[in-house]
Every structure is written in structure tokens, then in C-alpha cells.
């Protein structure tokens, strides 16, 4: 349960069928591109703080997006396949990792 007005999300990165798997964040923002039927590695490093924090997304190691969290609140990380419709849709994730310090 989110406390009234705050977002659910941090940050949420959508995939499209567009240009061969375009990657999006949640406002339309494209992250990267040719990601069907291929591994790529995603690191989401999020520095919360008791204000704004920041949060940093990187694809095969190079860092694509740099924005502020949406505030204070108590979060988690999840990952799948939401809604996609009609017809078949997969996500396959290895070697996920969560680091906390």
C-alpha cells in the first residue's frame, strides 16, 4: 500500500516492439534499442535519500539515464511481464543482484 499521493515506482522501464525492442522509461524517454532476442545487462543504482535521491540506469555498462527519484517513500525492486496484452510475451532474467549499503 503507497501512502496517498505517492508514486508506486522509482523508476520503471517498459519495452516496446518498435525498432527492434525499444526500451523506455515510464515518460517515453528511449533508454536503448535492439533489445529483442538479445541479453543485455541492466544496473539501477538508486541513492535514497530523506529528500530527493537520485536515481542512475545503465545498459551493458554505460550510463543512459541520470534523473531524481519520486521522494521519500519505502520502495522495492521487481522485474517481469505486466499487461502485455493479447498473444505471447517473455522476459528472462540471470545473475540478478541486490546490493544495499
Not at 24 to 34: A, N
Request: with cysteine; net charge positive; glycine share 10%.
Amino acid at each position: 500500500m503507497h501512502p496517498s499521493g505517492t508514486p508506486a515506482t522509482d523508476i520503471m522501464l517498459n519495452i516496446y516492439k518498435t525498432n527492434g525492442g525499444t526500451v523506455r522509461r515510464y515518460d517515453g524517454t528511449v533508454l536503448k534499442t535492439g533489445a529483442y532476442d538479445t541479453w543485455f545487462n541492466v544496473k539501477i543504482a538508486h541513492e535514497a535519500r530523506s529528500g530527493t535521491g537520485t536515481v542512475r540506469v545503465y545498459f551493458d555498462d554505460s550510463l543512459v539515464l541520470t534523473v531524481d527519484d519520486r521522494g521519500p517513500a519505502t520502495r522495492y525492486f521487481k522485474n517481469g511481464v505486466y499487461n502485455h496484452g493479447s498473444g505471447r510475451a517473455e522476459a528472462c532474467f540471470r545473475n540478478i543482484q541486490y546490493w544495499t549499503r
